[in-house]
């Protein structure tokens, strides 16, 4: 049996992939935590790839909490840089397919247009700069990899922009949003079928004996784009809430780390590599009451 070994697996992106591998009954999947192998820790992530024997590792785990990287930037570098150097160490000694996951935030925001896999990334926080050069271990260690920068990630678990608005529109009668961020939702767990179809992908091809072609980096988020507001909007719509919105502008919402003042992505290598449609943003978001 195919082995899945899930890094990460209590963040909202493990989470949402575990709960829908009832689909996948011909792969072996194992989630760990922190509490079980710190993939700071070299020597005991090669020990347990050794123990475990994973055909496939799937890297969500990371430092997500991008102001308080500002602060914590050791900290920051060591899970999103050294964390996935280690695991593309240890999946180079057993020819282990690392599919890692990285963010829009390696983007400075610059561009006017959605980002293509060919831009040059400028990362403007500790965070982007955390993950961006987690890509670079990850490519200077072990080429059977895939890399997938993910934007605005929510989804039923763990905390996301979906769960606050909606959590705080439960105490106020209005709420500010900034309104000149530009980017796309992603549904996790579109993100984590995504993910299971690249894997069956691999499968198929090395069953037939043909060449890969597609390891390397790209893009996925939802289609579409939106500003944080049109974003909070939505939700409050399909929600059915009634709350006083209004919009306001990043110079008027400061947090200490920087982020993208657009950071669309251009899914069109996913799409075409992997033969895979999108859905929009605004048809994904859940209702909790639905859930
Ligand atoms: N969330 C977003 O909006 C977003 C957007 C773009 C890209 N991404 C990327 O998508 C991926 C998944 O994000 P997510 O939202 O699912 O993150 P998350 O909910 O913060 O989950 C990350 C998990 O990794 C764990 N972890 C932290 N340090 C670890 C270590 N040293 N060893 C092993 N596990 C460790 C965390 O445990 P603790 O909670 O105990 O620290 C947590 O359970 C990440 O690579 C992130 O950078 C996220």
Redesign the pocket.
């Known amino acids: 049996m195919t082995k899945v070994l899930v890094?990460?697996?209590?963040?909202?992106?493990?989470k949402?992939i575990e709960s829908i591998i009832n689909q996948y009954s011909d792969f072996e999947f194992r989630f760990?935590?922190?509490d079980e192998?710190?993939?700071?820790d070299a020597e005991k992530t090669e020990q347990y790839f050794n123990d475990y024997k994973p055909d496939f590792c799937i890297?969500?785990?990371?430092?997500?909490a991008v102001d308080i990287a500002e602060t914590q930037k050791e900290k920051a570098f060591?899970?999103?840089a050294i964390?996935p150097k280690n695991l593309a160490l240890a999946c180079s000694k057993l020819n282990t397919i690392l599919i890692?996951?990285?963010?829009?935030?390696v983007f400075d925001g610059f561009k006017k247009a959605p980002y293509t896999e060919d831009d040059a990334p400028n990362p403007i926080s500790v965070y982007g700069a955390s993950?961006l050069e987690g890509e670079k271990n990850i490519q200077a260690e072990w080429p059977k990899h895939i890399i997938i920068?993910?934007?605005?990630?929510?989804s039923p678990?763990?905390?996301?922009?979906v769960k606050t608005m909606l959590r705080l529109a439960e105490t106020r009668p209005e709420l500010s949003v900034v309104n000149d961020q530009i980017g796309t939702p992603?549904n996790?767990l579109d993100l984590a079928e995504a993910i299971m179809h690249i894997i069956l992908k691999h499968v198929l091809y090395e069953r037939k004996k043909q060449a890969i072609e597609f390891y390397g980096i790209y893009h996925f988020s939802n289609e579409g784009q939106c500003s944080w507001f049109d974003f909070a909007k939505k939700i409050f719509e399909i929600n059915n809430i009634k709350i006083n919105l209004q919009p306001i502008s990043t110079s008027n919402y400061l947090t200490p780390a920087k982020r993208p003042i657009y950071s669309v992505l251009n899914k069109s290598k996913f799409k075409e590599k992997f033969n895979y449609e999108v859905d929009k943003w605004e048809d994904k978001i859940f209702n909790p009451k639905n859930l």
């Open positions: 890094t990460g697996g209590k963040g909202q992106l493990g949402s760990i935590d922190v192998l710190d993939i700071c890297n969500t785990a990371a430092y997500t060591l899970v999103n964390g890692h996951i990285s963010t829009d935030f993950k920068r993910t934007s605005w990630l929510y678990y763990g905390n996301n922009f992603t996790a």
